[in-house]
C-alpha cells in the first residue's frame, strides 16, 4: 500500500476554503483519479484502466475527495474473497491542495461508514517500513478506532519483488465496532 502524501510532480495547486465532498467514485472519475496518481511523485502508477476499473467495478469499497468539482483525494480499496469483515486499502492519494485536513482517514471512514460495509470490522494494507506517511495514517486510524494495529512480514523484496522494491509488510488494524467509524469522519 502507498500512502501519497508527498509532493506532486506539478506543484501548480493552490489550497481552497471550498467544502470536501466525499463520495462514491463514479466511472467518469476514472481519468481524473489516474491523473492524480501520476501527478503524486511517491505513488506507483496503475493504468488509467484500473482505475476506471475501481470507479465502477470496485466503487463500494473506493472513495473519492472532490472540492470545487475536482478529485483531491482518492483510496482504492477491496473485500478480499472469503473475508467479508476486511476492508483491504489498496492506495491512498491526497492532492497538496488537500492535504493537512484528515483528508485520507476520512476517505477510509467515508467507505467504512457504508452500508454496504456494515461487516467490516479489520482494516488491511500492506506498507514499506520506510514509508512513514503511511505509518502515520494507518497509526492514527487504529488510535481513533481504538484498536490494535499489527504488522508481519508479507511481500519480501528478494522473493516477491526480486529485489526490485522494498520489502512490505502486512499491516491490520481490528477488530473494531461500528459505532467506532464515525470518529473518522468528523
Known sequence: ???????????????????ILFRRPRSEDGHSVWELISATAALDDNSSYCNLLQCSHFAST???AERDGAIVGWLSGYVPPDREDTLFVWQVCVGSQARGQGVASRLIGAVLARPSSSRIRYVECTITQQNTASWRLFGSVARTLRTQLSKAEYFRKDIHFKGTHDSEL???????RREQVAALKA
Do not use: H
Open 170 to 176: 502486512a499491516v491490520t488494524i481490528g477488530p473494531f
Open 1 to 19: 500500500m502507498i500512502y501519497g502524501n508527498a509532493a506532486l510532480k506539478d506543484t501548480g495547486s493552490q489550497q481552497s476554503d471550498a467544502p
Open 62 to 64: 473506493c472513495a473519492v
